[in-house]
C-alpha cells in the first residue's frame, strides 16, 4: 500500500538551529500539508501546498518556516532558527485532492526535540 | 465555542461493549467532518467520513446533527484493538486545513 515517509523519525538540535524535516508524499498526490502535534495536545495545521506554492497556512506557520518541494518527489519543512517551543511531533500528509473531499494520508511523523 | 471540542475522556469498556464518542464544531457553514484513530505516538489514520444522512462502516456508525453542529461516533462490539485516541476532525472553514480536535482515548479491556 503507497505510504507517506518521512525522515528523520527523531531529530534532536540544539536551540537557534536550523532544521529540515524531510517526507516523500504518496507519488500521485497533488495536496501536501505540513501538521505539528506538540504532546499531549491536538494536531495543529502549518501549511499547505499546492501546484508548488503555499495554498494556506496558518498563524504557526511564521517567518522562521518554510516548505519546498525541491524535485518530484520531495516536500520538506524548514525551520531556520528553532525554539524550546517548536519540540514537536510533525506530520506530513498528502492527498490526491483537496482534503476535505478526499482522504489525506500521513506519514510516520519526525519527533523534534529541540535543547 | 471551541473550534472542534471533544470529552478527552478516557473511556474505559470491557471487550464487547458499546460506546460512543461526540464532538461539537464551531461554524455551522463546515462541510466535511471525519473521525480519524490515532494509536499511541503514531499518525492519525483515517477512519470514517461521517456524511449528513450519517452511515455506517462494519461495527462503526457516525452521525451528522448540522442544527446542534455535534457529530458522533459509536463502536458496537468493542475489540481489544480498538483501544486507541479517536480524532474528531472538521475542515471547518472550506480550505485547506483540517481541524482536529484533542481526541477521545479509548480503552477496552479484556
Known amino acids: 500500500e503507497p505510504e507517506v515517509t518521512q525522515t528523520p523519525s527523531h531529530q534532536v538540535t540544539q536551540m537557534g538551529q536550523e532544521v529540515i524535516l524531510r517526507c516523500v508524499p504518496i507519488?500521485?498526490?497533488?495536496?501536501f500539508y505540513w501538521y505539528r502535534q506538540i504532546l499531549g495536545q491536538k494536531v495543529e495545521f502549518l501549511v499547505s501546498?499546492?501546484?508548488?506554492?503555499?495554498?494556506?497556512k496558518s498563524e504557526i506557520f511564521d517567518d522562521q518556516f518554510s516548505v519546498e518541494r525541491p524535485d518530484g518527489s520531495n516536500f520538506t519543512l524548514k525551520i531556520r532558527s528553532t525554539k524550546l517551543e517548536d519540540s514537536a511531533m510533525y506530520f506530513c500528509?498528502?492527498?490526491?485532492?483537496?482534503?476535505?473531499?478526499?482522504?489525506?494520508?500521513f506519514g510516520q511523523g519526525t519527533r523534534l526535540t529541540v535543547v | 465555542r471551541k473550534e472542534v471540542e471533544q470529552d478527552p475522556g478516557p473511556f474505559n469498556v470491557p471487550e464487547g461493549a458499546t460506546v460512543a464518542f461526540n464532538c461539537t464544531y464551531s461554524?455551522?457553514?463546515?462541510?466535511?467532518f471525519f473521525w480519524y484513530r490515532q494509536d499511541c505516538r503514531k499518525e492519525p489514520k483515517l477512519l470514517m467520513s461521517?456524511?449528513?444522512s450519517g452511515n455506517e462502516d462494519g461495527r462503526f456508525t457516525a452521525q451528522l446533527n448540522r442544527a446542534s453542529q455535534y457529530i458522533s461516533l459509536l463502536i458496537r462490539d468493542s475489540k481489544l484493538s480498538d483501544s486507541a485516541t479517536y480524532l474528531c476532525?472538521?475542515?471547518?472553514?472550506?480550505?485547506?486545513?483540517?481541524?482536529f480536535g484533542k481526541g477521545t482515548s479509548l480503552l477496552v479491556t479484556p
Open positions: 500528509a498528502s492527498s490526491e485532492g483537496h482534503s476535505g473531499d478526499t482522504e489525506a494520508f
Open positions: 507519488s500521485n498526490h497533488l495536496y
Open positions: 501546498f499546492y501546484n508548488n506554492e503555499i495554498s494556506e
Open positions: 461554524n455551522s457553514a463546515s462541510q466535511s
Open positions: 461521517v456524511y449528513s
Open positions: 476532525v472538521v475542515n471547518l472553514y472550506s480550505g485547506y486545513a483540517l481541524n
